[in-house]
């Protein structure tokens, strides 16, 4: 499972990871993306909240990711969980879900604020396959996707007060999970600066370091 502040490289990171060990990327913004895209009813409530930066309801949410794992690749293969869990009451969830396995590991990805605003300013994604851009790093045509040829645009969410009530409730509901992790040793921190590259490989020096270690006992 990957943790990290809104714009720490989360989503791009999670992806990098799935096609390297070859396991589904489970992201519970974009299963929630796809709902509003859909226009059902759940759909245009969910925009709702998101586009505020509020946090959904923790039962809709687990409700949603425990019929996604339950899918034959997340079954055979495992699963790199991205935006979930978000708060105490989703990590007890999804711990109770799992059982009698349980998470391999935790990655934190560790980025200053001053860090993460200018990230998320300039953030874009595209609209169909939700691949991250940056307008420093924009897509090779007139912001058409590379690799789908959706649209890229900057999410209903990344406006200024959307932004500021999402980091706050990172402080309040998501950091105490860093402290939640490592109490049952499963928590690897990483440094979120730099090159995706550079933090890619960081990451998987991490699972790789668990991986000679053994899970950890419980
Ligand atoms: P970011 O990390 O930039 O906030 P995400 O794509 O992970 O973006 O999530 C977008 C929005 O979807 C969140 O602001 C929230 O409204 C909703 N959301 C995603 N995951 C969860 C979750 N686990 N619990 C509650 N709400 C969620």
Not at 17 to 41: F, I, N, Q
Not at 50 to 70: F, N, T, W
């Amino acid at each position: 499972m990957v943790l990290g502040k809104q714009g720490a490289g989360k989503g791009t990171q999670c992806v990098r990871l799935s096609h390297h060990y070859v396991v589904p990327h489970v992201s519970t913004g974009d299963m929630l993306r796809a709902a509003v895209k859909s226009g059902s009813t759940l759909g245009l409530k969910v925009k709702a909240i998101m586009d505020r930066g509020e946090l959904l309801g923790d039962d809709i949410i687990m409700e949603m990711v425990a019929e996604r794992l339950a899918e034959p690749d997340a079954r055979a293969r495992g699963f790199i969980l991205d935006g979930c869990p978000r708060t105490t009451t989703q990590a007890e969830m999804l711990a109770a879900m799992l059982e009698p396995l349980q998470l391999d590991l935790v990655i934190d990805i560790e980025v200053p604020t001053s860090q993460v605003l200018k990230r998320l300013a300039s953030r874009r994604v595209c609209v169909d396959c939700n691949t991250n851009y940056s307008v420093s790093a924009p897509p090779r045509v007139n912001w058409t996707c590379d690799v789908c040829g959706g649209e890229v645009i900057q999410r209903e969410d990344d406006t200024e007060e959307a932004i500021r009530r999402r980091l706050e409730l990172y402080e309040r509901e998501t950091a105490p999970l860093i402290d939640w992790y490592r109490s049952r040793g499963l928590l690897a921190q990483v440094n979120g600066s730099g090159a995706p590259d550079a933090v890619l490989r960081r990451i998987v020096r991490a699972i790789e370091q668990r991986r000679s270690q053994g899970a950890p006992h419980r």
